[in-house]
C-alpha cells in the first residue's frame, strides 16, 4: 500500500503535465472523422492543436481523479473536454446523475501513450473508427508516417458523419497501390439513413441524454 503510494507520487513527479483551465463540452465533433458511435463519446479531448498521427491520448487530472481522453478533435482555442468528464473529474459524479454548471476549472493534462485510450475504442478490433469517406485527408497524411500510432491503428467504416447518421456501418479496405478510395461492400459515401447507431451527447448544464444530430 505505501509502496504503491510511493510508486505513484514518483510517476507523477516525473511527468510533465501542464496546468489548464478546462471547459466541459457537450456536442461530440471530430475534426479527423472519427465515428462517434464506435468510442466512448464521454471520453474525449477538444485540444487548440491540431490532431496528430502519434498523440490521440491525454490522461487529465483534477486532485486524486483523472481520466483518459482521446485527442480527436481541434477546438477553437479552449481546453474542452466531454462533459461527462469533467463533470466527474470536478465532482466525482457522472454528468447525467449530478450535473454541476461552472466555467473553466484548473487540471493538469498530458499526452500519454496511445495504447492508454484502446479502453476508449468500441470496435471489436480495437482500432481507431475513421469515415471511409471524409477522413482520407487524414488517414493518408497518417500513412505517409508509417510507424505513426494511426497509421498502423485505424480501421474505415463506410459511415460518412462522426454522428454516425448516415451511410453503412461495414469495414472497407484501402490499397494504396490500387486506388487512394476505400473500396467498401456498398458504394462509398452514399448518405443512406443509418439508423441504430446514435451518438448520445450529454448536455449542458442538465446532464439529459439525447441523440446527437
Ligand atoms: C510516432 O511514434 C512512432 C512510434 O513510437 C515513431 O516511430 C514516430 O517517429 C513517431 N512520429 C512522430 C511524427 O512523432
Ligand atoms: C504496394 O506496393 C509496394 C511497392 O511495390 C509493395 O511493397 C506493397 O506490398 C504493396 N502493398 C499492397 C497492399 O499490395
Known sequence: ????????LATATLTSAIGVSITPHDRYSSSVGVLGCHIDTNRVAYWP?????????VRVSYGDRSVHLLRI??????????YD????????????TNPVACGG????????????CVSLI?????????????SM????????QQNSWVAQNHELRNILDPTCTRGYDEI??????????PSCLHLLGVPAALTGKPVIDVLYPTGHQVVAP
Open 1 to 8: 500500500m505505501l509502496l504503491t503510494t510511493f510508486l505513484a
Open 49 to 57: 492543436m491540431a490532431v496528430d498521427c502519434n498523440n490521440t491520448c
Open 73 to 82: 478533435d481541434q477546438s477553437g482555442g479552449a481546453y474542452d473536454i466531454s
Open 85 to 96: 468528464a469533467w463533470n466527474y473529474l470536478y465532482t466525482g459524479s457522472s454528468a447525467t
Open 105 to 116: 476549472i484548473w487540471m493538469d493534462y498530458e499526452t500519454t501513450t496511445a495504447e492508454n
Open 122 to 134: 468500441r470496435t471489436p478490433s480495437q482500432k481507431l473508427p475513421l469515415s471511409a469517406a471524409n
Open 137 to 144: 485527408n487524414y488517414v493518408a497524411i497518417c500513412l505517409g
Open 172 to 181: 472497407c479496405s484501402l490499397n494504396m497501390n490500387v486506388s487512394n478510395q
